[in-house]
């Protein structure tokens, strides 16, 4: 099955500086990938997703690039804020199944 | 809108004890179904996904079960309760493969 991987799995930024989160994937026959953002005892909540066929998605503050050659792709914010703060996860989809990532601990010092 | 609902929030079951945690969805026809389960400061496990009423594809073997009775309610379910059961379960729906998934609030279950 698919294995995905994500790093670091914690990550301190100053308030106003990036941050950025890497994924990594085995299948190649995965075309979707959703990135969450899930606060302390919270639901995770979508916030981008990019699909196979895209290799850049932007909104707002926040990007995903896609890399299908190499099988990897990342998570940007720009200008944190401290409500950025959060356990980020990424998610590789194969047909019906979702993979997750192990989750990234973001924290934005004011 | 869609809605999705899960209960309870919170439950302390003793070991061996049986399971009964139920989601439902409002505002959609025949979506994909998902149980997760997610250990303290660990990624999200899929155990169970469910296409349709009485389909349901198991990830990982483990004391636990799943059924989908109606369109839009999926339970799960166990017959006796492990140590190893504890954790925050998370039900999701998406309307169809490749589409983005919407979790419930989640249940914190805690096996004493």
């Known amino acids: 099955g698919e294995n995905v991987e994500q790093h670091p799995s914690t990550l301190s930024v100053q308030e106003g500086d990036s941050a950025v989160i890497k994924c990594t994937y085995s299948?190649?026959?995965?075309?979707?990938f959703p990135w969450y953002k899930q606060e302390l005892g919270k639901r995770p909540q979508l916030i981008i997703d990019?699909?196979?066929?895209?290799g850049e998605k932007k909104d707002q503050r926040i990007a995903v690039t896609l890399n299908k050659t190499a099988k990897h792709f990342s998570l940007h914010i720009t200008e944190t804020q401290p409500e950025d703060s959060a356990v980020y996860f990424c998610a590789a989809s194969i047909g019906n199944q979702f993979y997750f990532g192990t989750g990234t601990s973001l924290t934005v010092i004011p | 809108s869609q809605t999705i609902h899960q209960w309870p929030a919170t439950l302390v079951q003793p070991v061996g004890s049986p399971l009964s945690l139920e989601c439902t969805v409002e505002g959609t026809s025949n979506p994909n179904l998902y149980w997760y389960r997610q250990a303290a400061g660990r990624g999200l496990q899929l155990l169970f996904y469910?296409?349709?009423?009485?389909?349901i594809s198991s990830e990982v073997p483990q004391n636990l079960s799943a059924s989908r009775p109606q369109d839009r309610q999926f339970i799960l379910s166990s017959k006796k309760l492990l140590l190893s059961d504890s954790g925050f379960y998370l039900c999701?729906?998406?309307?169809?493969?490749?589409?983005?998934?919407?979790f419930g609030d989640g249940t914190r279950l805690s096996i004493l």
């Open positions: 299948d190649s026959a995965s075309n979707y």
């Open positions: 469910s296409v349709g009423i009485g389909q």
């Open positions: 999701a729906w998406s309307v169809d493969r490749a589409q983005p998934q919407h």
């Open positions: 990019i699909r196979s066929n895209v």
